[in-house]
């Protein structure tokens, strides 16, 4: 008989406003099983995890943890008590080592000093033990993506963490990255250890889980085991709807006459005497979209801080937007070219999270004639602007005065991708356009990148999600370690575990190869 190891019990969490994030969730979880928990975002996941981990306290209803009813007043009590998370956004200091980041705030004694002879001894059988091949005394700032989670695991694990929360632990990784990681997790479940797991990618929680709890609007829909549900199944219980999935019947890709929405020829750029940018050459066409595929931490970011006009650095080389050179405009200038661009991070660049989602919708064209008057700005104008986008978006939310930071983060997301849309660009800068939010939203911005496309507007779109770049991209290509690794003249021939190879720099195409990403 399987041993439960943590019970909720009618667990409601209302918070002062009168959100209910969640209402009266019963589920349980077995000692020594991979569970997943998936739902929408704003579906009450992330809040159902805090109030387990102890960040969060619930409004009424019972945690049971090891056959105890607990009531944790911190994350450190959760801790102690075997409960460990690993949150998306990895809480690691770059500076310093591995080991001092895995024992910080638990360091092992000797008198009146840390033992740190020990605490390296600790640290390195435990990676040794579930094949995490690190070197503990390694600093942070020189690991990949990849090996930053395992530290943050290994933080759990040093903590004799019985259960480990794993909030959207494949989000930057590889396909090869991913299935080390899933052969990771399989061990720990082998050793006793309880995973739960938190994704929006639901082949992967397919492939990963023995069983799998849908939360919808805050109250859960059930717990099924993985062999019992189809892919269809599991998506209509999480969004009460079929998907279309049918990406190919919705693109009806026009020809545009290979007019250039973007063009980048050489372009090089330093920090710190090291280059980050090595003589990357490319074009967008007007009416395609073209896929930019990597691991984070290769040279994208500043790619598109170049492009933007947000990059400090100096750097050597020509970025052409519609035509016209951009080298000394700024950031409107560029945008009075044509120029859209949805960020990566929602929160710190695309949104001013207290200021109304009305304000926040009109923010990059404020100055537009139709909605600013000669002495002030036209409220019941930018009020209907507001009011047709959130109802064209499927924006949820109770009005256009209310806070962004008040909505879930693919409703942030839909605002984002709104005002830009609403630009009627010629070329868009889409980054990230659907991490960390739920498959209902990120079909509904999937579509509407492809309306602007077939609209004939270029579109650069910079991923870590392959699924993402594969179903969406004309042309893609592969950036690894600042440079063009590889270019594929057709994204529908080419597969995940290919273009994981060039990103982790297994594979390198020559400069002939490469240089069609700028001639073709």
């Known amino acids: 008989m399987k041993e439960t190891i943590l019970k909720l019990d009618n667990v409601t969490k209302v918070y002062p406003n009168g959100t209910v994030a969640n209402r009266d969730i019963n589920m349980e979880f077995e000692k020594g099983e991979i ?48 409960i460990g998370m690993v949150h998306q956004h990895f809480m690691l200091i770059p500076s310093f080592s591995i080991v001092d980041n895995i024992i910080l705030g638990d360091e092992p004694k000797k008198g009146l000093f840390v033992d740190t002879k020990e605490a390296a001894k600790r640290c390195q059988e435990l990676s040794d033990k579930y094949n995490f091949e690190l070197d503990v005394n390694a600093k942070v ?57 938190i994704s929006h990618k ?33 998506t209509n219980l999480i969004i009460g709807r079929d998907l279309d999935n049918d990406m190919d019947a919705y693109k009806t890709h026009e020809d545009f006459h290979d007019e250039k929405a973007l063009v980048v020829e050489h372009l090089k750029m330093e920090h710190n005497g090291k280059g980050v940018l090595n003589d990357i050459s490319f074009a967008v066409k007007a009416g395609e979209i073209l896929g930019v595929a990597g691991v984070e931490g290769n040279g994208q970011i500043d790619l598109v801080k170049c492009i933007v006009g947000l990059q400090k650095t100096q750097y050597e080389g020509s970025i052409r937007i519609c035509g016209t050179d951009t080298d000394k405009m700024n950031i409107r200038q560029r945008r009075d070219l044509g120029m859209a661009y949805i960020p990566e991070d929602r929160m710190g660049d695309g949104t001013a999270g207290e200021l109304p989602i009305s304000d926040n919708l009109i923010s990059t064209y404020y100055t537009r004639e139709d909605i600013n008057g000669k002495l002030f700005m036209d409220n019941k104008k930018i009020a209907k602007v507001s009011d047709d986008l959130i109802k064209t978006f499927a924006v949820k939310t109770k009005s256009a005065e209310a806070a962004v930071n008040s909505l879930s983060g693919g409703n942030i997301q839909k605002v984002v991708v709104a005002r830009e849309y609403n630009t009627n660009p010629k070329f868009m800068i889409a980054e990230q356009p659907t991490h960390g939010i739920d498959i ?17 507007a270029g579109i650069l779109l910079v991923s870590a999600d392959l699924n993402e770049v594969i179903d969406l991209a004309d042309r893609i290509i592969v950036m690894f370690d600042g440079q063009i690794s590889g270019y594929f003249p057709d994204g529908n021939d080419v597969d995940e575990s290919s273009l994981g190879m060039y990103m982790l720099g297994a594979k390198h195409q020559s400069a002939e190869e490469i240089g069609g990403a700028l001639n073709d």
């Open 440 to 456: 209902g939203s990120a079909e509904f911005v999937h579509h509407k990148l492809i309306e602007l496309r077939n609209a004939g």
């Open 141 to 197: 700032s020189t690991l990949s993506v990849a090996k930053r989670q395992k530290v943050e695991i290994l933080k759990t694990l040093y903590r004799n963490a019985e259960l480990i929360i794993l909030d959207e632990p494949t989000s930057v990784l590889t396909p090869q990255e991913t299935e080390k990681l899933f052969d990771q997790l399989r061990f720990f479940k082998q050793q006793g250890h309880t995973i739960l797991f």
């Open 202 to 234: 639901l082949e992967e929680v397919k492939q990963i889980s023995d069983r799998i709890s849908v939360i919808r609007n805050g109250v859960s829909k059930g717990t099924y085991l993985n062999d019992e549900l189809t892919m269809e199944q599991l």
């Open 35 to 82: 569970h997943s928990i998936v739902g929408e975002n704003g579906a009450g996941k992330s809040t159902l995890m805090k109030m387990i981990f102890g960040i969060e306290k619930p409004s009424s209803g019972v945690i049971t943890y090891k056959g105890k009813e607990v009531h944790f007043e911190s994350s450190m009590d959760a801790i102690k008590d075997g």
